[in-house]
């Protein structure tokens, strides 16, 4: 396996997938179980650094990876789609952490608002997060997280 870095940090051993261009890696304050992230292999810090096929690579990485999803996995409209969150550094009088108190209160109120609008009976409920309760974990529980899941995914 080749060495993998999360911008500066090595995470090569708490890396359970690799593609040609990028790899997933299991999370250091996961959310909630089986919590990942796919990374390219090159480090740059925007979307729209990547190369057409660096983009290709990490969404089919992505989609591979992401078998589980739709209302059990919290997806509150069942429609594929991405979140695009511009930030700048002016916003909130530069305090940019501000943005996810108002995030969870948008968050919390979209089942109640989905159910109005389209008159669904069942829209699911967003995942509650306990931010304080998330402790990082160690290298070695990285480790063996990612070995379960590389089974997963031998080809």
């Known amino acids: 396996m080749q060495r993998c870095l999360f911008s500066s940090f090595d995470v090569t051993r708490q890396v359970f997938i690799q593609s040609k261009l990028s790899f997933g890696v299991v999370n250091l304050k996961p959310i909630v179980p089986g919590h990942v992230l796919v990374v390219p292999n090159r480090v740059v810090p925007r979307l729209s ?3 057409p096929e660096e983009i290709a690579d990490v969404f089919s990485t992505v989609q591979r990876v992401g ?5 059990a996995a919290g997806q509150t409209v069942p429609h594929v789609h991405v979140h695009i969150l511009p930030r700048r550094f002016t916003d909130f009088n530069g ?4 943005v996810y108190p108002i995030l969870e209160s948008a968050e919390a109120r979209l089942p ?4 109005a609008a389209t008159g669904e009976a069942r829209v699911p409920e967003p995942i509650k997060v ?3 309760g998330r402790t ?3 290298v070695e529980d990285m480790e063996t997280e990612a070995t379960r899941l590389r089974s997963l995914f031998s080809n």
């Open 112 to 115: 109640s608002q989905l159910k």
């Open 136 to 138: 990082p974990r160690t």
């Open 49 to 51: 650094d990547l190369t």
């Open 67 to 71: 078998n589980v999803d739709g209302a």
């Open 95 to 98: 305090n940019n952490d501000q």
């Open 130 to 132: 306990d931010d304080e």
